[in-house]
């Protein structure tokens, strides 16, 4: 099977950080509270920056470090749940900011499986399209945007920023695993703002009759516990699929980049997964959840750090609202 090779990473992460005992003047929590519940000890925020702007800031990086032309891109995709604009694509916005002529632009919405989505996506592209030779993937997310600053069982775990990767196609090992579970969109949503037309008899708000409490505005709505009992099932299972995809053992994989949500369940997908936490690369204590972002932020991170080496097999593994899962495991 054709797979990728990922040339270079970027990343972006806005000025302002928020700790945790910045969050307790906003809600009632404490540091304790959120250290051992979450593993979060700080999180950026947008400054006011759009969500475009830090997608735009992470491609440039990538883009720098692949030492590539960007009229070479011939494809860019975005992982957002939090666009600026319904329309245009975050996509079209970073593709204006970097040059890259040539490219195809659309956002994809899988949440915070997104880049695991996106991934794939890319190497589907390539696999079927011998012109394209470069595909910027990237991931942005301004949380705070939607984030309900009245919920302190929610607004504690969320935070902003960007990355990218630029990728090309290549012999080296690929596989992918993605699925869903749209039963459990109650559990996490935020509804798009829309208008309400004058011909519309009855106006249609409620996901779901049980757990929608007549919310209207567009803020993230979160069942904590669901989530977390779907996250601890979905991390190690979606990771096994795909490694049998790949066919290797799960011994094989040498670093997991997982979704970062909750220290708490990295930990138990470990466990489950009968792999040292040694394995697993961590940074939520520094940017908590950044929905799709967290994956490639972390593995940016984990890349100019020297954590991961050329030639090491990743799994980059992810779960979030949809319900949404999925990984991807290949050869750096
Ligand atoms: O990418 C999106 C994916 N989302 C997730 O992965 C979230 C998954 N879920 C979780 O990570 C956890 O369920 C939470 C971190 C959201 C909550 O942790 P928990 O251990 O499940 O706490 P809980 O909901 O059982 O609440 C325990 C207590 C409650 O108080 P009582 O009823 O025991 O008196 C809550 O009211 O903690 C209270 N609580 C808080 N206390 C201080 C809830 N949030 C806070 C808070 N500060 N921020």
Not at 107 to 130: E, I, K, M, N, P
Not at 160 to 181: M, N, P, Q, Y
Not at 315 to 330: N, R, Y
């Amino acid at each position: 099977m054709t797979g990728i090779n990922i040339i270079s990473t970027g990343s972006y992460a806005p000025a302002v950080a928020v700790t945790n005992d910045d969050m307790s003047k906003v809600v009632d929590t404490s540091d304790e509270w959120i250290k051992t519940r979450t593993g979060i000890s700080v999180r950026r925020m947008s400054g006011g920056e759009p969500t475009w702007h830090m997608g735009a800031c992470a491609s440039k990086q990538a883009i720098e470090r692949a030492n590539i032309d960007p009229a070479d891109i011939g494809l860019i995709i975005t992982s957002t749940i939090t666009n600026d604009f319904s329309t245009p694509s975050v996509s079209c916005l970073i593709q204006r900011e970097i040059g890259a002529v040539n490219a195809a632009c659309f956002d994809l919405g899988a949440a915070c499986s997104g880049f695991v989505y996106a991934l794939d996506t890319a190497r589907r592209y390539l696999a079927t399209d011998d012109n394209l030779k470069y595909v910027l993937v990237c991931a942005a997310e301004s949380l705070s945007h939607i984030t309900n600053f009245e919920d302190r069982s929610s607004c504690v775990l969320f935070g902003d920023g960007a990355a990218a990767v630029i990728v090309e196609r290549s012999d080296k090992l690929f596989a992918a695993w993605t699925g869903a579970d749209g039963t459990g969109a109650k559990f996490l949503y935020a509804r798009t703002a829309h208008n309400i037309h004058p011909f519309m008899p009855n106006v249609p708000t409620v996901i779901d009759d049980e757990t929608d409490s007549g919310i209207t505005h567009n803020m993230l709505v979160q069942n904590g516990k669901e989530v977390y009992k779907f996250a601890t099932k979905a991390l190690p299972g979606a990771a096994k699929n795909a490694a049998a995809a790949a066919g290797l053992d799960i011994d094989d994989i040498d670093i997991f980049v997982p979704h970062q949500a909750n220290i708490r369940i990295i930990e138990t997908a470990a466990k489950n997964l009968g792999v040292s936490m040694d394995k697993f690369y961590v940074n939520i204590d520094r940017h908590g959840n950044t929905s799709s972002a967290s994956i490639p932020i972390a593995f940016d991170e984990a890349v100019t750090s020297g954590a991961v080496k050329r030639g090491q097999k990743i799994c980059f593994v992810g779960f979030g609202a949809g319900l949404t899962l999925g990984a991807v495991i290949f050869e750096y």
